[in-house]
């Protein structure tokens, strides 16, 4: 196994974590670190599909650090939005379901 093929399945298993992770909790904190677990795996699959052969496109590298600063601007948002939430609330997770509805 390449190295860059490594890159590949290792940012594969990061999306899929990440996606576990966004499904399964119902802690907004956490949701958003599974979210932001996903984009570093979308952006670590890129950089390994964007270099082939010894040759590195600069494309998708351009791709991958606009990307990095959009989601560090977005996680930022998202977690004074879970603050400000937690704030009003007392609380950052969804309520539960109840049985009868």
Do not use: C, K, W
């Not at 932001?36 to 952006?43: D, E, R, V």
């Not at 948002?77 to 937690?86: D, E, M, P």
């Amino acid at each position: 196994m390449t190295a860059l093929s490594l890159f590949a399945v290792t940012g594969a298993v990061l999306i899929g974590i990440g996606f576990y992770g966004l499904i399964a909790t119902r802690h907004f904190l956490r949701r958003v670190v599974a979210f932001n677990l996903i984009g570093s795996g979308l952006f670590l699959f890129f950089g390994a599909t964007g270099a082939r052969g010894g040759v590195t496109d600069p494309v998708p590298q351009a791709l991958i650090i606009t990307g990095i600063v959009v989601a560090f601007s977005a996680s930022a948002l998202g977690v004074g939005l879970v603050v400000a939430r937690a704030r009003l609330s007392g609380r950052a997770a969804l309520p539960e379901e109840e049985d009868g509805a």
